[in-house]
């Protein structure tokens, strides 16, 4: 079974300059999550997909930061404008259902200057 | 507030030897709580899962044990190998209808050496 798929792995830009990330679940998971993790802590939800519908969205700085998951499978997260402080992993996560065993991606990491 | 606190925060031991890693919480009511390994350069991984009710369960050398009276968990590794090297997140889901969540801790960092 394919694990979830995320790119790029790496990414480096200046701040003020925008930036997308790509994740593919795992296939006939309904729940997929982005979780952004900064160095030295645990992984903080940016916002949680049922389907393509948005369950939580709570912290995720809606100014900068967006995403969606249309037709309820791939998923993307935009930053724009990066801050410095946005530097950080952003993983993706998948489950069969809310509540359910999570599996995560690779990750991107990202670095703003 | 619902927070999970892991200590401690690195760990650097040789190989072969045990280590246990602690994991203390404040969520209440609890549905599962989870023990995730996460190399470096890469996303978490489910090492074990228990519901409030489970005392403990094991995967090969990971054996980790949870009492919900005093909110605390551990993860014991046993016969430690260099391939242990890695971060270990505890992740505890609240018991709430509707919108699920996951309250992740810090993660502990261990450094397993030759």
């Known amino acids: 079974e394919a694990g979830v798929a995320q790119s790029p792995r790496y990414k480096i830009i200046e701040k003020r300059q925008s930036v997308a990330f790509w994740c593919n679940p795992i296939?006939?998971?309904?729940?997929l999550y982005w979780y952004q993790q900064i160095l030295g802590q645990g992984p903080k939800l940016l916002i949680q997909?049922?389907?393509?519908?948005?369950?939580?969205d709570s912290q995720l700085p809606k100014d900068r930061f967006s995403a969606e998951r249309l037709k309820g499978v791939d998923s993307t997260l935009k930053i724009q404008p990066a801050k410095l402080e946005d530097s950080a992993v952003y993983l993706c996560?998948?489950?069969?259902?809310?509540?359910?065993?999570?599996?995560f991606g690779p990750g991107t990491r990202l670095t703003v200057l | 507030k619902n927070q999970v606190e892991q200590s401690p925060q690195s760990l650097i031991i040789l190989e072969g030897k045990n280590c246990t890693l602690q994991?203390?919480?404040?969520?209440?009511?609890?549905?599962?709580l989870r023990w995730y390994k996460q190399d470096t350069g890469r996303g978490p991984v489910s090492l074990t899962i228990?519901?409030?009710?489970?005392n403990t369960k094991s995967n090969g050398r990971y054996t980790a044990t949870l009492d919900a009276d005093t909110k605390q968990s551990s993860l014991h590794i046993t016969a430690s190998q260099l391939s242990d090297s890695a971060s270990y997140i505890c992740?505890?889901?609240?018991?709430?209808?509707?919108?699920?969540?996951?309250?992740f801790g810090t993660g502990t960092r261990l450094k397993v050496l030759a």
């Open positions: 996560a998948s489950s069969t259902r809310g509540g359910g065993e999570q599996f």
């Open positions: 296939s006939g998971h309904a729940t």
């Open positions: 997909f049922q389907n393509n519908g948005v369950v939580d």
């Open positions: 994991c203390n919480y404040t969520v209440s009511p609890f549905s599962n």
């Open positions: 228990m519901t409030f009710s489970e």
């Open positions: 992740v505890v889901s609240p018991a709430t209808s509707g919108t699920y969540k996951y309250i």
